[in-house]
């Protein structure tokens, strides 16, 4: 997995991680590792580029929920915690859409996923960057 980032001005400084590769149980720790840095660095709106994620496990799916919760202060998850932690996204699934972190154009693969597990109703999804933007 390679992670780029850059900064877009739009309402706000918005950071944008692109996630080259598979998002699993190998790279989500380097993936978790980078938004925490990101976030100690001034990060507070992220926008997650999955354009060329080309794959998407259930540790992927848990590390997108726990990039939520790094990006609101909260503590991270522990993935050995997988039950617990899927009813905790189900609860924050209840309170809508997350307001710091959205996801701009995953792989057709990644989407049908993301809504199978109902992310699609806890994340905005964009098709178009200027729109993603605007958003924040």
Excluded: C
């Amino acid at each position: 997995m390679q992670l780029e980032t850059f900064t877009r001005q739009a309402r706000v400084p918005v950071t944008i991680l692109k996630i080259t590769g598979n998002i699993d149980s190998l790279t989500f720790p380097d993936l978790l590792d980078k938004v925490k840095e990101l976030k100690s660095g001034g990060a507070q709106y992220l926008l997650l580029d999955m354009a060329e994620t080309a794959y998407l496990s259930s540790a992927g799916i848990m590390a997108l929920y726990n990039i939520n919760r790094i990006m609101k202060n909260e503590p991270a998850n522990e993935f050995t915690d997988g039950w617990s932690t899927l009813r905790s996204m189900d609860r924050e699934k209840a309170h809508g859409k997350q307001e710091l972190v959205k996801l701009y154009n995953p792989q057709l693969r990644v989407l049908n996923l993301l809504e199978m597990v109902g992310f699609d109703q806890f994340f905005d999804i964009y098709t178009n960057l200027d729109e993603a933007l605007k958003a924040f």
